[in-house]
């Protein structure tokens, strides 16, 4: 950040989507491990054929539901929720940098800026400013990358919520695999090898309700919000470039940028 530029925007209390996650990670591993030991002391909560009907089943149908491409990037997306996004504050700092150095007229200081700059948001769209682009121009183009980022992340968050229909599905399908066995010992077989058998036969289930409610489900929502929160950061720095472009003063775009930023983290805290 430029030492010429007052930090006024509100620091970002930082942590918080990795602070959640993880307390939920851990909790959900100790909510398993005490229902494993509570009722595992008179049966077992492992089953070979449960496991390779619903955990594989589940991976077959998202290679049949989706590209290549897509399950890799939903695979990086899931490692990502252990991480914060990235502060807006040094990127609001480079464009009211920017509208410094316009304001002065210091073009070759203006276009070293926008250089620098790690957005590349941000350079688009402050190269189209500095290129004497129409406002409607520049809305039109920024608005487009706008949707294509927000079609862009919500294809991870769309696989893990398809995943978290799949994984039930094929758990009910283990489960009425065993019972299918199960109902063929039934002439042959005493009370006590049945009710094993029914046992094993419903783990399939608890399988797929597991992965469903505490993996699949957990990720999407943790992605849905993550693509809110940087679309609102995306609003933000357009909202700057378009104040940029109408010739409002560094002072102004500051002033504006630092209210609608702490507006946002306001209501990012009172949801939270």
């Known amino acids: 950040m430029s030492p010429d530029i007052p930090h006024r925007i509100p620091p970002r209390a930082s942590g918080g989507q990795t602070v959640s996650t ?63 996004d990235h502060s807006l504050d040094r990127d ?47 809305l039109t183009v920024m608005n487009w990358r706008v949707q294509k980022f927000v079609e862009r992340e919500a294809v991870p968050a769309r696989l893990y919520r398809t995943l978290a229909g799949f994984a039930p599905a094929f758990g009910l399908l283990a489960t009425l695999t065993g019972l299918i066995g199960m109902m063929g010992k039934l002439g042959t077989a005493d009370v006590r090898a049945v009710g094993a058998s029914m046992a094993i036969a419903l783990l399939a289930t608890f399988y797929g309700l597991v992965l469903a409610n505490l993996i699949f489900k957990p990720v999407a929502i943790k992605l849905e919000q993550r693509t809110q929160r940087r679309v609102q950061m995306l609003n933000i720095m357009l909202a700057g470039i378009v104040l940029l472009r109408v010739g409002k003063s560094p002072a102004m775009i500051q002033d504006s940028l630092d209210a609608m930023l702490r507006e946002v983290r306001d209501e990012v805290g009172n949801a939270e």
């Open 22 to 84: 993880s307390i939920g990670l851990t909790g959900a591993i100790g909510l398993l491990t005490f229902v494993i030991l509570h009722e595992g002391r008179d049966s077992r909560f492992i089953d070979a054929t449960g496991i390779a009907i619903v955990f594989g089943g589940t991976i077959v149908a998202a290679f049949l539901a989706f590209r290549l491409a897509e399950i890799r990037e939903a695979l990086i997306a899931a490692v990502d929720v252990f991480r914060e």
């Open 92 to 138: 609001l700092a480079d464009l009211v940098a920017f509208a410094r150095a316009t304001s002065r007229h210091a073009i070759a200081d203006a276009e070293t800026r926008l250089k620098a700059m790690r957005s590349p948001f941000l350079r688009l769209g402050l190269q189209m400013c500095l290129d004497g682009s129409p406002t409607d121009d520049i």
